[in-house]
């Protein structure tokens, strides 16, 4: 009975972890096909550079101090809040399998941003592989870049320059032959195509010149996987068998025990 109930219990684990693990499998993970396409070379971005007002007023309040019992008077206060953002507009774009080597990945599509002052030469990027690249969002623009500014401060006068690129690949840990210590042994690094870098477009924060504005909403929608029919089909069946043995199972073992009360009452008696 006891290498039975062991039987059992093996076959249900067994049974459970399969379930779960298909149910937490991406369909698109299961049989990955590499795309016999090259990755191709995305196009120049299109993008914007705008002033966005998102500064605010408290209103003035009054209370009474529970203490005291005294008035107590708040002034309104104005919170500045102004910012520069760097919105593209989105590019059409499918994602696919792709073989690189001895490594298979699915590619993306990502942006990347550098920013100068308008009377250098001097360019820096915004981001690299350690720094993760704004990836294209599922509605009609991205929000690839915004650098909180002050137009009656320190910033005003200021002119930027800001240039994007566009990148169709995959981030992912890359094989460094001269690295002199384990760190530096498997960096991230990008595979894949990039765009030449984009026209460059120039904005003066003047002060004063902030007018409340909205941008885009480039947050994508968060999306749930879908389960094709044949793997709702399996679940349920995997479902059911497994309630099935969980029956049969505490059947055997209130019946085992019920032999054993038997056997324990002929003895007493």
Do not use: C
């Not at 093996?10 to 499998?25: N, P």
């Not at 008077?73 to 080597?101: A, L, M, R």
């Not at 308008?118 to 981001?127: C, I, S």
């Not at 904005?203 to 947050?219: K, L, M, V």
């Amino acid at each position: 009975m006891g290498n039975i109930r062991k039987s059992l219990s093996s076959i249900l684990v067994l049974i459970l972890a399969l379930s779960i693990s298909i149910a937490f499998t991406p369909a698109f993970a299961q049989t990955p096909t590499p795309s016999p396409v090259p990755i191709p070379t995305p196009s120049i971005p299109q993008f914007t550079v705008k002033f966005v007002n998102s500064s605010y007023v408290i209103p003035a309040s009054s209370s009474i101090n529970p203490y005291t019992s005294q008035n107590i008077t708040s002034p309104s206060q104005y919170i500045e809040n102004d910012s520069v953002q760097v919105i593209v507009n989105n590019q059409p774009f499918t994602p696919q399998w792709v073989q690189e080597g001895s490594s298979t990945f699915i590619d993306s599509l990502f942006y990347n941003v550098r920013m100068k002052g308008h009377f250098t030469d001097n360019w820096t990027e915004l981001y690299n592989p350690n720094v993760d690249y704004p990836i294209q969002s599922n509605s009609n623009y991205t929000l690839v870049y915004s650098l909180n500014v002050d137009s009656n401060g320190a910033f005003s006068g200021y002119q930027l320059d800001f240039q994007v690129q566009a990148l169709i690949g995959a981030v992912h840990r890359g094989y460094n032959a001269s690295a002199t210590n384990q760190l530096e042994m498997y960096p991230y690094v990008f595979t894949g195509e990039t765009s030449d870098w984009s026209n460059t477009q120039t904005i003066t924060i003047t002060e004063g010149s902030i007018s409340p504005s909205s941008s885009p909403n480039p947050t994508p929608t968060p999306t749930v996987p879908e389960f094709s029919s044949w793997t709702i089909q399996l679940l349920l069946t995997i479902i059911l068998a497994s309630a099935s043995l969980l029956v049969y199972h505490k059947n055997q073992k209130q019946t085992h025990r019920k032999n054993n009360a038997e056997i324990g009452n002929r003895i007493l008696d």
